[in-house]
């Protein structure tokens, strides 16, 4: 069982950044591929970016391409959401998640562990 834990939400003016950080219990947390999704109110969750166990290989969602950047240190079994240039539109609770297989980490249904969420709200 890995337990995640989002941290580094807030409210931030647009233009602004953020940077999110997702805290994994285990060691075992370097041995998955890890992703961001968000859910803003009355939508489906989404997916946002995603990287590999060790980190080589990253991808994301067109509407942030450009503005996120994922990154992990498993030394800390923590990954990251630097987010800049921030929207209105980007307001949502953002969701780390822990995939056995990076090839799946696309989807919702590739992973394995989600942590609770935390909240990003941009205002414009």
């Known amino acids: 069982q890995v337990l995640l834990v989002e941290s580094g939400g807030g409210l931030v003016q647009a233009g602004g950044s953020l940077r999110l950080s997702c805290a994994a219990s285990?060691?075992?947390?370097?041995?998955?591929?890890s992703g961001w999704f968000r859910q803003a109110p009355g939508k489906e969750r989404e997916f946002v970016a995603a990287?590999?166990?060790?980190?080589?290989?990253?991808y994301y969602a067109d509407s942030v391409k450009g503005r996120f950047t994922i990154s992990r240190d498993n030394a800390k079994n923590t990954v990251y959401l630097q987010m800049n240039s921030l929207k209105p539109e980007d307001t949502a609770v953002y969701y780390c998640?822990?995939?056995?297989?990076?090839?799946?980490?696309?989807?919702?249904?590739?992973?394995?562990?989600w942590g609770q969420g935390t909240q990003v709200t941009v205002s414009s």
């Open positions: 998640a822990a995939a056995p297989r990076y090839d799946s980490t696309w989807s919702e249904r590739g992973y394995d562990y």
């Open positions: 285990e060691r075992l947390f370097s041995t998955y591929a």
């Open positions: 990287i590999s166990r060790g980190g080589s290989s990253t």
